[in-house]
């Protein structure tokens, strides 16, 4: 399994931007799907972007205001958050699933980083 620790978040103004990371030790980082999860106060993690192991493929809940990327050689997973609403405050986790099973499930998950938008 890989381990992955995430850092970037902090306290931003609402309309501003932030670049979350998320670096990865361990077995191959190529060989994993990464996504991107949220949990806010009071609710259920929430999906927020995925991402295939080559890039080909990205998938988002949150559409137009973020973007999710990775860079393999530096087994990193980055998750850019533009035009920030205070709904966007949460604790961001990334995670990983592997690759090779058409079943598998995020298993492995960072502890997480604090994203926090004041209005």
């Known amino acids: 399994q890989v381990q992955l620790v995430e850092s970037g978040g902090g306290l931003v103004q609402a309309g501003n931007s932030l670049r979350l990371s998320c670096t990865a030790s361990g077995r191959t980082f190529s060989g994993y799907f990464m996504g991107w999860f949220r949990q806010a106060p009071g609710k259920e993690r929430e999906f927020v972007a995925s991402?295939?192991?080559?890039?080909?493929s990205t998938y988002y809940s949150v559409k137009g205001r973020f973007t999710i990327s990775r860079d393999n050689a530096k087994n990193t997973v980055y998750l850019q958050m533009n035009s920030l609403k205070p709904e966007d405050t949460a604790v961001y986790y990334c995670?990983?699933?592997?690759?090779?099973?058409?079943?598998?499930?995020?298993?492995?998950w960072g502890q997480g980083t604090q994203v926090t938008v004041s209005s």
């Open positions: 991402i295939s192991p080559t890039s080909i």
């Open positions: 995670a990983a699933r592997i690759a090779s099973s058409p079943t598998s499930v995020y298993d492995t």
